[in-house]
């Protein structure tokens, strides 16, 4: 029958069958990464048809070992073969109600004699799930599983239509299972995006999707993203997605168009300017109801990324710009010793500075923990000149949260969500003479999850600090000079924390670094000799969603 023309076998150009593969266009075909590993060149056949093609594999998922997920791969043939691809079912028929009592069909080429194809009937359970990623299969009676199904289409004998791929099985009665685990189609496209062509959707025209789908191949799915996201749903979505398209998908599929109208129009601010132009254009042909994307609110900002090496005493110097929610122009990575730190970034931000001109714009240093009470301020925006980064916003922020594996990235990311829902800055008073044991502030901290804003008297210990990082709070204020006093009834640093703790008050977070700026220029005029709270003023302001992306050499 030709319905069944696409189910092959798949093995190594030195001969015999390692497993099976099902073919979804003319030239590439699905199978398990684990058949394949460890090659490049493969041969397939369709018993009966077409024996012995070479085919090249293209493309695997993430599967490195036993129990991994993403055993995924695509091969391709050399020359289009005229058979028919299989069916694919649309995912989102797929669930336990659609498919209790129906019988599914799946192949393999176990080791005979006669190296023939041999079929067997099962059931497939998608509420006994593993790990998110695999579906439970059930042999019929008589039937088994061996090794040589991998890679099988597990299909609907009554329509043809393939609803998802064998991927391994638990022997237990010798080499044969009655129990084994399969990846739905709907995994299956998270590790090959280009399946989601082939999948009749309910969303878009193919070709609308597909050409959506390639403009974004590539982009990650980042925590602005993440944000947009969960604005215009209204629900956090648990686990992320693999990529800016499988956002995509996830709205479109699951909520009523407007909601992808407005994603889509959410996602140009991420995208370079000619991404961006396309998008639009594409948004203009396929959603008709759809708004420019408004600019994005915030400062641009010129981003100072200072990477400590972990030999010579050197640092990765690397300046970005962000402007309008995305990230503009940058120069590459520079890698250069301590004392060479300062007229490589000084020169950075001048080249940069340009693009931002007409803009309210501000400067952020990410930079380690150590360099954190550095008076940056002081550094220069125009050398040859001698003008001074104070005459805009300048902000410290913790390098180490710029980084995508960063726990300390990921607490920042929740408390300042909260910052931003309360819409004030309710700062949290600290003393000089407070005690300065460590653990005591760290379990402090963790257990005030509503602390976002910390206003110091005097430079914090390094304890407080390493604490305040650990534990996600995204605002902190101190001035670098310390209290000395030898009582502090009414010393230089509670005066200051009452100033600081008062101009900070009921502040917008977004307002703070414009507040900085205009503290520091009081501070100018005041008189010398009198404490001032904008004097030696470290602003760190750690917005998790300024986030360009890190130089290659930095990613995770």
Known sequence: MDEWQWRAWVGPPSGGKLGAAFLVTETRL??????????????????????????????????????????????????PVALTPAALAAPDGLHAGGLGGRTLGVW???RRPDQNERHAAVTAFPHRGMRREWWELKTGR????????????????????????VTNAE??????????????????????????????????????????????????????LAADLERITGRRSFGGFRSAWGSVRHVAEGWPEDRLVRYVAALG????????????????????????????QGPASVIVRLERVTFDNAFDVTVHTWIDGAEGPGRPTERVPDRRVRPVVEAGVAALAPALFGRDWMIEF????????KPFEQWYVDARNRIPMRKYPVVVRDVERLRPDSIRRD?????????????????????????????????????????????????????????????????????????????????????VLDELTAAVGDRHPGDLP???????????????????????????????SRLPDPPLAMEV
């Not at 300017?273 to 994005?296: Q, V």
């Not at 990410?366 to 009470?373: N, Y």
Request: charged share 30%.
């Open 411 to 495: 607490q920042a990311h929740h408390r300042w969500r909260l910052l931003i829902e309360r819409g004030r800055s309710e700062p949290r008073p600290i003393a000089c003479d407070a005690p300065r044991k460590g653990s005591d502030f760290q379990d402090w901290l963790e257990a005030n999850i509503d602390l976002c804003v910390l206003v110091y008297g005097s430079r914090p210990v390094k304890s407080w600090l390493t604490a305040a990082l650990n534990n996600g709070v995204p605002v902190m204020m101190w001035t670098r000079t310390p209290c000395d006093a030898s009582s502090h009834g009414d010393c230089r640093g509670h005066r």
């Open 171 to 224: 022997l237990r009665h010798g080499d044969r299972a009655d129990l084994g685990w399969m990846l739905p189609i709907a995994h299956i496209r998270t590790y090959w995006e280009e399946l989601d062509d082939l999948l009749p959707l309910r969303w878009l025209t193919p070709a609308a999707r597909r050409e959506l789908r390639e403009l974004l191949d590539g982009v990650r799915y980042t925590d602005p």
């Open 366 to 373: 990410a930079v380690p923990e150590g360099w954190l009470g």
């Open 269 to 296: 601010p991420h995208l370079p300017e000619s991404a961006r132009r396309r998008l639009t254009a594409w948004s203009a042909r396929h959603l008709p109801r759809a708004a420019p994307a408004a600019p994005r």
């Open 142 to 165: 008589g039937d088994w599983l061996e090794e040589g199904y991998s890679g099988s289409a597990v299909y609907d004998t009554a329509t043809g239509e393939v609803i998802g791929m």
């Open 108 to 110: 393999g080429f176990p």
């Open 30 to 79: 699905l199978t398990c990464a684990h058949t394949v590993h460890g090659r490049e060149e493969m041969r397939v056949g369709f018993p009966g048809l077409l024996e012995d093609l070479p085919a090249r594999v293209v493309r695997r998922g993430d599967w490195r070992r036993a129990g991994d997920p993403g055993d995924v791969a695509v091969l391709e043939l050399r020359e």
């Open 514 to 544: 414009r507040l900085a700026l205009a503290l520091r220029k009081a501070a100018l005029v005041a008189p010398k000799d009198t404490p001032h709270c904008g004097r030696d003023l470290t602003l760190l302001w750690d917005d998790p």
